[in-house]
């Protein structure tokens, strides 16, 4: 079947620009993760749904950035004001469950702010 | 909060050696664990899980994991690595209580002809 699904693949955005970055996790998965990845890191935790509300944001570096989930399917990650820092490959994941279960990563969006 | 560290940044191997990348956790309870591959421009892809039982977990790919309490350790290991393998290695951990989970700062697997 189908994987998690990010578009865009790449993008460049100006310094100040809004952004918007879309995953469209594996069918029949309730839990959707967010998670950023800079050069040389690991991924990093940014903001956790169960269904359509956001469980855990605790990641969320500051308040440019928001994620909604409106139907609990499609996941939007959106970033006002872009800043050259946020530049990295921006990832999500999906799983039946939270509470442990494996994630299913889709190829990241990596945004480059210039 | 659970963490994991990541020893070994980059590790070189000779094709045909054996591997063991390390990883240590920090929780309080039983944890979740996992490793991941990423390879370059792929996405990240589970190798192994451990939830509980027997400690010694065989994944994909040749890869075996072993979780030790005692050292909150949860190494990853390959008795016979092939080039293939030279990628990016994940360890993560994530908790029954909460739903976020943590990754290490990966270690860099070369291999050498």
């Known amino acids: 079947g189908a994987g998690v699904s990010q578009t865009p693949s790449n993008k460049v955005t100006e310094k100040g620009k809004y952004v918007e970055l879309r995953c469209d996790p594996i069918s029949g998965h309730t839990a959707l993760y967010w998670y950023r990845q800079s050069l040389g890191q690991g991924p990093e935790f940014l903001i956790y749904f169960q269904g359509t509300g956001a469980a855990d944001d605790s990641g969320l570096p500051n308040d440019r950035f928001f994620a909604v989930r409106p139907e609990g399917s499609v996941s939007t990650l959106k970033i006002q004001r872009t800043e050259r820092g946020d530049s990295a490959v921006y990832l999500c994941?999906?799983?039946?469950?939270?509470?442990?279960?494996?994630?299913?990563f889709g190829n990241g969006t990596r945004l480059t702010v210039t | 909060a659970q963490s994991v560290t990541q020893p070994d940044i980059h590790i070189t191997v000779s094709e045909g050696a054996s591997l063991e990348l390390r990883c240590n956790y920090s929780y309080g309870a039983t944890p979740y664990l996992f490793w991941y591959v990423q390879s370059p421009g792929q996405g990240l892809q589970l190798l192994l899980k451990y939830f509980s039982g027997d400690t010694l977990v065989q994944g994909i790919k040749g890869f075996e994991a072993e979780f030790k309490r005692s050292q909150s350790s949860f190494n990853l290991r390959k008795p016979s690595v092939h080039w293939s393998d030279a990628a990016e290695y994940f360890c993560?951990?994530?908790?029954?209580?909460?739903?976020?989970?943590?990754f290490g700062a990966g270690t860099r697997l070369t291999v050498k002809p």
């Open positions: 994941a999906s799983s039946l469950v939270g509470g442990g279960s494996p994630l299913h």
């Open positions: 993560a951990v994530g908790a029954d209580n909460n739903n976020d989970m943590r």
